[in-house]
């Protein structure tokens, strides 16, 4: 009970993650210096980002080999010397693949209610949702009657967009890689199309369901799927570049979409955003998202995995497209 | 003199332009219907956007085969049946590769003052001008103190938005294909550098030249050159689409380029425009780049190529890079 269980980076993964580029360590549990605090972490986000924080300096510099994976997460504070966090408090921050761990007052660890379901902290007030809140509004600039088109649409940010973009008054299309998915997109969560990428030719089953073309695009996964919605871009259609899950694995050889020159005719615009810089506005996001959950027209799915060394194949499982909605993993009952 | 000498598309181009792509015919000079003007063309603009126009559908429907090259031209009015122009007029419009054409006062020609040298009324005051105005201005947003990148900068439209960029205050970097258009950039010009893509590593010199990377990209070219300065993207940086000029002899192999992703980390936005979106403000451009010229701060190299016969060559010309500035061919002197 007095050791600090972890998950390490091993070494930079070589295409897709697998078990030797983690293993398991044990630390003593750390003291909270000046400012700081001790928190024991409930759960873990699985975030298709952290396969860029494992491979090499991005937004954030790469985490060195031999330290513990970066990770969002939820948990609660088990000692504190700063005069902004109480022990007791939830709260969500980049506690890592550990059971323990140490964060800075400084970075403003977010102060979660201490009711609320950590998986929906972690999720639809989180940054899965504030992703798809701003990425939708502010870099897509929804409006009314235009046709939106998600990938990844049953993922934890994808089934957002197109329920808050149904919200708005938009034609939503979602792309996914299974019938299954494609069936709850259209059924339980009210979208207009459904595209199984796997089994149908995208570039032809978007022509049928975006007859006036493509306004916005979220884009998750990059690749073909990218080039063949920017072939059929409206008018001053806006493509939100959000992430690009199907080049992660193998950064070497990414896919270029020649389709982007479309974007000259088009008067279209492509755009990418961390969700980070709205930071200071998740008030806002999370006002709406909450006031949709509580009327029940924001549906979504967690799959809540058991054990913190379940978390390397969890990451795995995020880029195989076998779950859906939120992935997580649970470190400690709380 | 009765007879209107044209050029013909004889087919649709397969890669580079050549003489058999065109054809010279003899039609009997058109008469004017209500609303229209018999116009005898002065010159004739040659411009990348033609090798899209004989290819294939773009923003305007692709030439039909056998039709005269669709081409902005200047010239004079010979012949009115609309209220607004009079014979002896000078105007600008989509006269074609033909000695005489006939224009409906619809489309709006541009009047021209008789006084004005035709070469700067198709450059400077033309959609040259223009889209180097709106592209760097509006879409690019330039202001004081940023890195501006332009490819094609020795070009009609380059060299343009390099001037009107240290005009506004920021530091130019050009990319052009001669020790000598170079030269000219750094030289009479007063870019702070230039990069000679066929004999040095772009992506080496921009990290020199820019080493607080590129916070507006002018794209004239597309291709790796376009992906190099992606590499190299300032936090929120702007890749303004203007052309693909190194695209356009092959669009069955367009390249995509694979570093858009990191628009993603750099929230930056890559867009497209067309000029004719700017007609409306195409006042408030020439007054700027009028007071420029006048005051000596902008400069213009023009390549005036004499004869309607020479058109099919001068078109391929704008793809070998053997000119510097506006390349434009004279079908009669007025």
Known sequence: MSQNRQILLARRPQGAVG???????TAAIPEPGEGELLVRT????????????????????AVPVGDVVRSVGLGV??????AAYSVGDHVIG?????????LSDKDRPTPVPGWMDPADALSVFGVTGMTAYFGLTDVGQAKAGETVVVSAAAGATGSIVGQLAKVRGCRVVGIAGSDAKCAWLTGELGFDAAIQYKREDVGARLRETCPDGVHIYFDNVGGPILNAVLGRLAMRGRVVLCGAISQYDDLSSTYGPPNYVNLIARRGRMEG??????????????M???RLLAEGKLKHRTTVVEGLDEAPATLRRLFTGDHEGKLLVRVAAG
Chains 1, 2 share one sequence.
């Open 19 to 25: 078990p030797d580029d983690f293993q398991r360590a």
């Open 42 to 61: 409930l759960m873990v986000s699985i975030d298709p980002t952290i396969r860029g924080w494992i491979d090499r300096d991005t937004y954030l510099p």
């Open 77 to 82: 504070v088990t000692a504190s010397r700063s």
């Open 94 to 102: 980049l506690l890592g693949w550990q059971e323990h761990a140490i």
């Open 273 to 286: 955003f961390l969700i980070m810089d709205y930071a200071s506005r998740f008030m806002e996001g999370a």
């Open 288 to 290: 709406e998202l909450g």
